[in-house]
């Protein structure tokens, strides 16, 4: 099955979101491959932002994703990096659509809860640049015959 990766960002922690947030990617079906804490620092973010790095708001960006540690994490499903991207919704927050993690708990554009993998092969990318092999688990979820039809398990 598919994997994507997320980050509960600073602004989770901060605002004691991190089991509202998880419950959603649970209820939803989808599975926990890998999570843990960790502190990000500039040369980390300085990859997974490559795309922002000449942007004026970056030195913002960095200072808030190094506020606090965050929580990264592994989820895995079917489609999952849509799935995940459509419930994480708008990169402002103030502008997603309720009912998206970021429609439903923020109120800006950089403290906007969550990051989530744009795309497969970037998921693939960033699940390598976050965790170490042996810290993704392969397991089965005994509720996957009640959340899948038997042609969507592979
Ligand atoms: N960001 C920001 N100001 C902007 C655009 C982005 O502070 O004008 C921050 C915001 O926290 C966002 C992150 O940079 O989540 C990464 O930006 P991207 O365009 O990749 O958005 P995302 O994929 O997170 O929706
Ligand atoms: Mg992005």
Redesign the pocket.
């Known amino acids: 099955m598919e994997q994507t990766f997320v980050i509960l960002?600073p602004s989770t922690i901060s605002r004691s979101l991190v089991g509202d947030i998880i419950e959603r990617y649970q209820r939803k079906g989808l599975k926990i491959a890998g999570v843990k804490m960790m502190q990000l620092d500039e040369k980390i973010l300085r990859e997974h932002?490559a795309?922002?790095v000449d942007?004026p708001?970056f030195p913002?960006?960095l200072k808030?994703m190094m506020a606090t540690p965050v929580i990264v994490m592994v989820l895995e499903g079917k489609d999952a990096v849509s799935v995940v991207r459509t419930m994480?919704g708008?990169?402002?927050a103030r502008l997603a659509a309720p009912g998206t993690i970021r429609g439903d708990f923020g109120m800006s554009?950089?403290?906007?809860l969550v990051?989530?993998s744009?795309s497969v092969e970037n998921a693939k990318i960033e699940v390598a640049r976050f965790f170490r092999p042996e810290e993704i688990f392969n397991y089965d979820l005994i509720t996957a015959s009640a959340i899948y039809s038997p042609d969507e398990m592979n």
């Open positions: 960002k932002y795309h922002l942007r708001f913002l960006l808030s994480t708008a990169t402002n554009g950089q403290e906007n990051h989530a744009d």
